[in-house]
């Protein structure tokens, strides 16, 4: 089979998601920045989301060049959104790492450390699970007004350890028909989130429940590992019979799938298709790189165009890609 050295000649069609970004005069306007601003700051409560603080955001946001960089439905990356002074404030970090020796020490009582804000200002969330009165004492001792003592249900450690119960019943619940994709703490929620594969999600559910309590939860469950979708070739190269298209492959966890082809008098139509990983798979590794379907037609290809079947597009030949 005939094989390309993959140059610059060979065409292929990156997903738009691995794309590099929009140009940078594509600018997001000023409504644009405030619903997304919006979205951001809801996700934690204590971040004002009335008009006259996200119309300050926007002003600042409009006075630094960072929205050169942003398309025009912005996702809201983090620490972008911000007004002035909260952006100006900043958690000491000697009372960080205080905070984070003390939680370790305390591991059995201490049901986990989150930082964020509270009317503007960045501050220590530490729950905990029994006498709050001597710890936030301590705590505070520590840290001021910048620490908040919250009740918690169970201690980290404890959660860790549920986990670490969980997967290592990992063949146990493979027969009942439950793969583990991913498992995680929520010290906030005093629960082990899980991640899985089950062909019924009531059922692994109720599974679930009986075998460890309340405190674990499924938190997303689908019924296969993959999803299988069409995806556009650029090029192709043939040889007698032989034919291969060439398409690019996400390295985020991206496998090999089909390649239907249906021969016509004067056309080859074939559709590739890839599968994706639906949960748990995902090395969030950015990148792609070129691979190659082959199939044997019936007759050889000829003066035939080859069609992309995921779009009903012709496509050109390596040789046609090095003559123009």
């Known amino acids: 089979m005939l094989r390309p050295d993959h140059g610059e000649t060979e065409a292929f069609f990156p997903r738009p998601d691995v794309a590099e970004g929009p140009p940078e005069d594509d600018l997001v306007d000023r409504h644009a920045v405030i619903a997304a601003a919006r979205r951001q700051r809801l996700r934690d409560p204590g971040l004002a989301v009335d008009r006259e603080t996200l119309e300050r955001i926007a002003d600042a946001f409009a006075d630094t060049d960072r929205v050169a960089f942003e398309s025009p439905h912005p996702a809201g990356l983090p620490g972008l959104y911000y007004t ?101 703490p929520k010290p906030s929620d005093g629960i082990v989130e899980l991640s899985i594969v089950s062909a019924d999600a009531e059922q692994a ?8 309590g ?12 993959w999803a299988e979708v069409p995806r ?41 298709t890839v599968r994706e990983p639906v949960v748990g798979l995902s090395t969030r590794v950015a990148g792609y790189r070129r691979t190659s379907a082959d199939v044997e037609l019936r007759e050889p290809l000829g003066t035939r165009e080859v069609i992309d079947g995921s779009c009903g597009e012709a496509r050109p030949s390596l040789t046609q890609l090095r003559a123009s």
Request: hydrophobic share 40%; proline share 4%.
């Open 232 to 272: 556009a070739f650029g090029s192709w190269s043939a040889e007698g019979r032989m034919l291969a298209v060439f398409y690019p492959l996400d390295i985020n966890g991206e496998k090999t799938g089909r390649c239907d082809v249906v021969e016509l008098p004067d056309s080859v139509i074939c559709t590739v």
């Open 214 to 225: 309340p405190a674990v939860q499924v938190g997303r469950c689908v019924a296969s590992w």
């Open 205 to 212: 559910a109720r599974i679930l429940s009986e075998r460890y």
């Open 84 to 184: 002035p002074e909260e952006a100006a404030d900043e958690f000491p970090d000697e009372v960080r790492d205080r905070v984070l020796e003390y939680a370790e020490r305390n591991a059995d009582v201490i049901g986990g450390v989150r930082f964020g804000w509270r009317d503007g200002r960045r501050m220590a969330f530490v729950g905990v699970v029994e006498d709050l009165e001597s710890h936030n004492e301590a705590l505070t001792a520590i840290g001021g007004d910048r620490v908040l003592v919250e009740p918690a249900v169970r201690s980290e450690r404890d959660l860790h350890a549920l986990q670490d119960r969980v997967f290592g019943d990992a063949e146990e619940l493979r027969a009942l028909g439950i793969s583990l994709a991913s498992g995680w």
